[in-house]
Structure formats: structure tokens, C-alpha cells
């Protein structure tokens, strides 16, 4: 079978596409055949070696989907010919986060989804909604994920709060999707004009350039009257200080991403006169998994697919995730 490993050296360039036997599903496993991935900016910091794995060669990705094509003995919860995803977690299955529920994560610390076929605990698969395209559902374990914890397991988002998204990128849309499933108002904030009337059609309330309005997080406050409810913070060291500015008192950050860099001074006055809470989040458990694609189901939503490459033009996708112009997701579609 055909896999994508980075091989050589810890970079977009070191990558190869190579060979590997394919393999055979034990008890308690199921062998299941990739039929898409998706891209998530960790996926890029992985393959550039900024992901905390020292080993090579590695199977990057940690988000796809595919179909059961054989199971081991004692396997019931699934059957050959279910729709699933491998969960991001491998050892998350429900209860709260640990260090143990995060020990195995693919792409990681277990080898990713950039292969035909694998070879998983049935316990880390998870059917998916019967509307969605394999492209489609392959978006779901990381970027979907984390954005549905974010929302309602952590802010437990009601109908008539606002919530604040940074930029179009996967995480950040379905965001704006899942909010305004719980009939929240939403702000997404973008330096592009035409991404922000894309946020618009999908049911954006307001949208700021914070190209033409450095100070967004004045602006965003000033426009809800009292400040955001819930700010979807993907940004990192160039956007915290405007997340802050744009809370509420007793507002909530939910830190999900570091696309500027890690570094970040705190203004610590606001956070505490504003008696903020500051949640850092990074995707969520197999229960999770299956309440949000109920959720998905119930309301036939469809996630926001920007480009599809083939599986032979992987390097291409990672530099587009790299370039950050895509809006939505990018995804690999296997052969």
C-alpha cells in the first residue's frame, strides 16, 4: 500500500511517498481503507518537526476517513463496510482530559492517517453522518472537534450569545457553523473582504477586517454594547491582547491555536478586572466525537471544503495550509 512518510529530514521537502506491506486487523482491531484526509495547521507544524515528535520516519495527518473493510475477532461496534473516522485521541474514549486520555494522538505519537490502509482499535473509529462524503466527514476528528468542545463543552454556548471567530481557516468556520446551530450571533474577523462576505453567507452577524481596523477588539466589543460572550482564539501572540480587549466581564477565551507564534505577553490587569476565564483546549473525546455528529446528522449540515488535492500532491496542500489562504478546510482525497 501507498503511504506518505516524512522520511528524510523534518521538513515539506523531506517527505516521499513509499511502500509499505498492507496490514491485518488483530482482535479488538478493524482494518480500515482511507478514503480522505484533512489538513490541520498541527499537521504542518508536525512535518516542519515543531510538533514535539523526534522520530523518522513518520506517517503525518491525523484527520481522515474511510471505510471497514475487515475486523478482528471479538469486534462488534463496528462491522466491514461502515463509514468511519479514526478518533484524533486514540486513547480518549469519554471522561475528562488527562495526561493518560491524550497519551495517543495520530500523527503523533501513533502514525497518521496518510496511508491506505490502517490498522485500529475499534474502540477509535466512530461512524459518520450518512449525508456527508468521505471529504467531507474527513474533517471532523480534529478541526470539527475542537471547535464543538470549545462551544459546548467548555462555554456551553446558549441561543443569544455572541461569539468572536478569528479568520476562515477550519477550526475557526466551523465555529461560525456550530454557533449559529445554537442561535448565537457571530463575529468573524479576517483581513480579507471577500472571505468575510464567504462568513457572511454562512450566517455571520458582523465581520471586521483587522487589516483596515487594527484595534478589532474594540471594535468587536463596541458592537455587541458590552462586550463578546465567547472568543474562539486561534491566533496566538498577535491576537491574544485584542481577545482580550473584546470579552466581556466574566467573558471566556477558549485557546485553541498559535497560528502567529507562541510568545505572548498577558496583560494580566484585564484579564483579572475582567475576571475572565482562559480555557486552552485541543480537541476532545470519542463521546464528544458522537454528540457532535447527532448534531451534524439532526441539522444535515455540511462542513466548508475550500480545495481537494490528490493523494499524490500532498507537499501542494501542505503549502497552501502554510500560505493560509484556503477558507475552510483542505483536504487529500486517496486513490
Keep these: 500500500m501507498k503511504v506518505w512518510q516524512v522520511a528524510r529530514d523534518w ?9 509499505l506491506p498492507e496490514p491485518t486487523p488483530g482482535p479488538g482491531q478493524v482494518a480500515v481503507r482511507m478514503r480522505a484526509a484533512s489538513l490541520n495547521y498541527r499537521d504542518l507544524l508536525t512535518v516542519q518537526g515543531k510538533g514535539g515528535v523526534s522520530r523518522l520516519p513518520l506517517i503525518p495527518f491525523s484527520d481522515g476517513a474511510g471505510e471497514v473493510i475487515a475486523v478482528g475477532e471479538g469486534v462488534t461496534r463496528v462491522g466491514v463496510g461502515d463509514r468511519v473516522c479514526p478518533m484524533f485521541f486514540q486513547s480518549w474514549i469519554d471522561g475528562k482530559v ?81 454557533a449559529k446551530l445554537a442561535g448565537a450571533s457571530v463575529i468573524v474577523t479576517s483581513s480579507s473582504d471577500e ?27 463596541e458592537w455587541t454594547g ?24 466574566g467573558g471566556t477565551i477558549l485557546v485553541i491555536g498559535v497560528l502567529s507564534g507562541f510568545s505572548q505577553q498577558i496583560a494580566m490587569p484585564t484579564l483579572f478586572s475582567k475576571n475572565l476565564h482562559v480555557i486552552g483546549l485541543s480537541v476532545g473525546s470519542r463521546r464528544m466525537f458522537e454528540g457532535m455528529t447527532a448534531a451534524i446528522g439532526r441539522n444535515a449540515m455540511k462542513p466548508v471544503i475550500d480545495r481537494v488535492f490528490g493523494f499524490d500532491a500532498v507537499p ?10 484556503h477558507f475552510g478546510k483542505i483536504v487529500v482525497e486517496f486513490p
Excluded at 521538513?11 to 511502500?19: H, P, Q, R, V, Y
Excluded at 462524503?133 to 471547535?147: D, H, R, V
Excluded at 458590552?226 to 466581564?249: I, M, N, P, Y
Design 11 to 19: 521538513s515539506i521537502e523531506g517527505m516521499e511517498l513509499a511502500d
Design 316 to 325: 501542494d496542500a501542505l503549502r497552501l495550509m502554510q500560505q493560509g489562504g
Design 195 to 221: 472571505k468575510l462576505e464567504r462568513a457572511k453567507a454562512l450566517g455571520a452577524d458582523h465581520t471586521i477586517n483587522y487589516r483596515t481596523v487594527p484595534e478589532w477588539g474594540k471594535a468587536a466589543a
Design 98 to 178: 488527562s495526561a493518560t486520555s491524550r497519551r495517543y494522538a495520530l500523527g503523533g505519537t501513533r502514525s497518521g492517517v496518510l496511508q491506505q490502509v490502517m490498522v485500529l482499535d475499534a474502540e477509535g473509529v466512530s461512524p459518520v453522518p450518512s449525508h456527508l462524503s468521505f471529504q467531507e466527514a474527513a474533517t471532523l476528528p480534529c478541526a470539527g472537534l475542537t471547535a464543538w468542545r470549545a462551544l459546548f463543552e467548555e462555554a456551553k454556548v446558549q441561543p443569544g450569545d455572541t461569539v468572536l471567530v478569528q479568520g476562515t481557516g477550519g477550526v475557526s468556520i466551523f465555529a461560525l457553523q456550530f
Design 226 to 249: 458590552c462586550g463578546v460572550d465567547h472568543v474562539v482564539e486561534v491566533g496566538g501572540k498577535d491576537t491574544f491582547g485584542q481577545s482580550l480587549e473584546a470579552a466581556r466581564v
